[in-house]
C-alpha cells in the first residue's frame, strides 16, 4: 500500500502537467482567428501560428473562419407592386473581416444577415412589378448589396456578393405567362414562315424572270443566226444565178414548173391564174422553136451553157429501135419457155420452139396483134419547134 500511494501522485502529476502544457500552447491554423480572454474581459485576437498562452487565465472564447463564407436562405414570399405574390431565393455571399466585432457587436451575424436580407428584399420588389422583378436582377442584386453591406460593417462583416436563385410567381401566373409566351413564339414563326414564303415567291419570280429573259435572249440570237444564215444562202444563190446568165425563157419555164405547187391542197375551190401565165408560155414557145440565138442582143439572147460546162451528152450514144424491140421479144420468149419446162411433166417433153422475130411470150391474157414490119429509121434531123401558143390578153381567172 506504501508502494501505490506515491505512484498515483505522480501520475496525477503528470497528468496536470499535459493539461498545462495543452492550455498553454496553442496552434492557430491560416484564416482562422481566436479570441481570447483572460479573466473574463477580451485579450487578444490570435492569428495563424503557434502561440502560448496563460494556463488557467486566458480562454479561446470564439473560433472565427476568416474564408469567405456562401449562405443560402430558404424561399421568402415577397408582394410586387401589382400585387403578385411570388416567391424568392437568396444567396449571400459574405466574410468576416474583424472577428472581434462579430463575437462582440452581433450575438448570431447570420441570422442578422438572413432578416436584414428578407426585410431589404421586400422593400426593393414592393416597388417594381412583376415584369421588372423578372428581368432587373442585377439592379435588385446591386440594391441587396448596397443596404446589406452598409448594415453589416459595424458587426465586422463584408458582404462580397448577393443573388436571387429563384423567383417563383405563382402557378396562374405561371401558366398565364407561358400561354402569352407560346402565343408569342407562334406570332414571331408565323411571321418568320411567312418573311421566308415572301422571300422564296420573290426569288422564284426573279429566277423566272430570269430564265425568260435568256430564253428570249437565246431565241432572238438563234433567229438572227438563221436569218444571217437565210441571207447568205439567198445570196449565194443569187450570185451563182447571176454567174450562170439565166435568160428569161429560163426563169418563164421555172415559173410553169411553180404553178402545179400554187394549185395543190384539198381545200382551194378556186384557182387564180396569172397575168404572168401568157408571158411565160410565150416564152416557153420561143425557148422551144429557137434554135439560134438572136442577134438583136436583148434580153432575150439565149446563153448556151455548154460554153461554162461543156456538152454532157458527147459520149452517150443511143441504139436502134428496131434491133432494141427484137432483143427484148427473145428474151421474153425465152424466159416463157423455160417457165413451161419447168412446169410440164418429165415424160412429156415438147420440142424447142424457135422464137422469131415476130414472136409473142404466150401469157395468161390474149396474145397482142403482131407488129407491123419495122420501117427503116429516117435520118437523123432537128425536131421542128412546136407553135407558140397564140397570144390571148392576160386573164384573172375570176
Given at each position: ?214 430564253r428570249a435572249e437565246g431565241s432572238a440570237q438563234a433567229r438572227i443566226l438563221e436569218a444571217q444564215g437565210q441571207a447568205r444562202a439567198i445570196q ?11 435568160t428569161q425563157k429560163l426563169l418563164a419555164y421555172q415559173y410553169l414548173q411553180v404553178l402545179p405547187q400554187i394549185a395543190r391542197g384539198d381545200s ?83 420440142p424447142p420452139i424457135t422464137p422469131g422475130p415476130d414472136a409473142v411470150p404466150p401469157r395468161q391474157a390474149p396474145p397482142a396483134p403482131p407488129a ?27
Amino acid at each position: 500500500m506504501d508502494g501505490i500511494g506515491p505512484l498515483i501522485v505522480i501520475l496525477l502529476l503528470a497528468l496536470f502537467a499535459v493539461i498545462v502544457l495543452v492550455r498553454t500552447v496553442r496552434v492557430v491554423p491560416q484564416q482562422t482567428a481566436l479570441i481570447i480572454e483572460r479573466l473574463g474581459r477580451y485579450s487578444r485576437t490570435l492569428e495563424g501560428g503557434l502561440h502560448f498562452l496563460v494556463p488557467f487565465v486566458d480562454i479561446v472564447r470564439a473560433n472565427i473562419d476568416q474564408r469567405e463564407q456562401v449562405v443560402s436562405f430558404p424561399p421568402q414570399p415577397v408582394i410586387t407592386s401589382d400585387n403578385l405574390v411570388v416567391s424568392i431565393d437568396t444567396v449571400i455571399y459574405y466574410q468576416v473581416i474583424d472577428p472581434k466585432s462579430a463575437v462582440y457587436e452581433i450575438a448570431n451575424f447570420i441570422a442578422g444577415i438572413e432578416q436584414l436580407t428578407v426585410t431589404t428584399l421586400r422593400n426593393v420588389i414592393g416597388s417594381l412589378d412583376l415584369e421588372q422583378t423578372l428581368t432587373s436582377r442585377d439592379q435588385i442584386n446591386g440594391q441587396l448589396r448596397g443596404v446589406l453591406d452598409e448594415a453589416t460593417g459595424k458587426w465586422g462583416i463584408r458582404v462580397n456578393r448577393v443573388e436571387l436563385k429563384a423567383i417563383d410567381p405563382p402557378a396562374s401566373i405561371q401558366e398565364s405567362m407561358e400561354k402569352q409566351m407560346k402565343a408569342e413564339r407562334d406570332r414571331r414563326a408565323a411571321i418568320l414562315n411567312a418573311e421566308g414564303t415572301k422571300a422564296s415567291q420573290i426569288l422564284t419570280a426573279e429566277g423566272e424572270k430570269q430564265s425568260q429573259i435568256l430564253r428570249a435572249e437565246g431565241s432572238a440570237q438563234a433567229r438572227i443566226l438563221e436569218a444571217q444564215g437565210q441571207a447568205r444562202a439567198i445570196q449565194q444563190v443569187f450570185d451563182a444565178i447571176h454567174r450562170g446568165k439565166p435568160t428569161q425563157k429560163l426563169l418563164a419555164y421555172q415559173y410553169l414548173q411553180v404553178l402545179p405547187q400554187i394549185a395543190r391542197g384539198d381545200s382551194n375551190k378556186m384557182w387564180i391564174i396569172p397575168s404572168e401565165l401568157t408571158d411565160a408560155l410565150r416564152g416557153i414557145g420561143g425557148a422551144l422553136g429557137a434554135t439560134k440565138p438572136s442577134g438583136d442582143g436583148g434580153d432575150d439572147e439565149w446563153v448556151d451553157p455548154g460554153e461554162m460546162l461543156g456538152n454532157a451528152f458527147e459520149e452517150t450514144t443511143l441504139e436502134d429501135p428496131k434491133s432494141a424491140l427484137e432483143r427484148a421479144r427473145g428474151q421474153a420468149a425465152q424466159s416463157s419457155k423455160e417457165a413451161e419446162e419447168h412446169a410440164q411433166p418429165a415424160s412429156r417433153v415438147q420440142p424447142p420452139i424457135t422464137p422469131g422475130p415476130d414472136a409473142v411470150p404466150p401469157r395468161q391474157a390474149p396474145p397482142a396483134p403482131p407488129a407491123p414490119p419495122a420501117s427503116p429509121a429516117p435520118p437523123t434531123e432537128p425536131m421542128a419547134p412546136p407553135a407558140a401558143p397564140p397570144t390571148e390578153p392576160p386573164t384573172d381567172g375570176r
